[in-house]
């Protein structure tokens, strides 16, 4: 009887737990990844910054949640993609009281048994030398490396540029007189 209960708990709860962390936007859609292809770290909810509206128009950025469900933490290590000459690495830094991105050493850690968040005003794929105009709706074919050896080939919605775009360029709030 308790072991019972104590199934049906996991049933229950596994799947909040495992969604639970990064369930923040769930506008990403259907997977971006075939799932019979997973090996090691798990891409979710991946979508590229559209460049219609963004000052410059060369580069952008691609964000996901990462997840590692092994005992090993593993690290993103490169990343390409056909649409863009560069590819890098990037994370957010503290530099003169101002933030800036800079390439990250060594690559973005997946902790084991845990997530790397990719997310504007954090670590993100740096796109430069952009081929193209990114519009949402687009799709960007983008392979990620990791250093267990594995690679994920994605297909990756582009998505509005926004709000965040004041991670990059900050501009005055706009104030209204009264
Ligand atoms: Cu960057």
């Not at 504007?120 to 952009?130: A, I, T």
């Not at 709030?173 to 009264?178: G, K, N």
Request: proline share 7%; aromatic share 4%.
């Amino acid at each position: 009887m308790k072991t019972k209960l104590l199934m049906a708990f996991i049933a229950v709860a596994l799947p909040l737990l495992v969604s639970s962390c990064g369930s923040g936007e769930k506008t990403a859609g259907p997977a971006v990844q075939d799932a019979a292809k997973t090996t090691g770290v798990l891409v979710e909810d991946a979508w590229v910054r559209a460049t219609a509206g963004a000052k410059d128009t060369s580069m952008t950025a691609a964000f996901m949640s990462l997840t590692n469900p092994g005992s090993a933490d593993v690290k993103l290590t490169s990343a390409t993609s056909p649409v863009a000459g560069i590819v890098q690495l990037h994370e957010m830094a503290m530099k003169d009281g101002k933030m800036v991105m800079q390439e990250k050493a060594g690559g973005i850690t997946v902790p084991a048994g845990s997530h790397a968040h990719l997310a504007p005003s954090g670590d993100h794929v740096m796109l430069m030398g952009l081929k193209q105009a990114l519009r949402p709706g687009d799709e960007v074919p983008l392979t990620l490396k990791f250093s267990d050896g594995s690679s994920h080939d994605l297909t990756v919605p582009v998505k509005a540029f926004t709000e965040e775009e004041e991670h990059y360029h900050p501009t005055p709030t706009p104030t209204s007189t009264p």
